[in-house]
């Protein structure tokens, strides 16, 4: 039986709240929050390729972020089921 999408997204919000939410979970996202830069500029002077890979690294502790704290409530409103990038056509 395949999962609906409302069903994928509160099996992926239950897996990161199940690894994040454990005690090990919070020490592993605060090391993670330091190292991707979550809370501190991203920009390097002269070094675009360096700004961008620290982007990157800050888009992971947005997307952990994101599903830790998605509003299931609001799945049934807006139809939202992913944090993805819409598919330009």
């Known amino acids: 039986m395949e999962l609906t999408d409302k ?3 509160q099996l992926k919000h239950a897996d990161f709240v199940q690894t994040f939410e454990s005690i090990q979970g919070k ?12 809370n501190s500029g991203t920009f390097v002077t002269g070094s ?3 700004s961008a890979f620290n982007e990157g690294a800050r888009a992971v502790m947005l997307e952990i972020d994101h599903w830790l704290n998605i509003d299931l409530s609001s799945l049934d409103k807006t139809g939202e089921t992913d944090n ?3 598919i330009e056509r």
């Open 48 to 50: 675009p390729d360096k």
């Open 27 to 38: 020490r592993v996202y605060t090391i993670l929050e330091k190292f991707c830069l979550k």
């Open 84 to 86: 993805e990038e819409p």
């Open 7 to 9: 069903e994928r997204v």
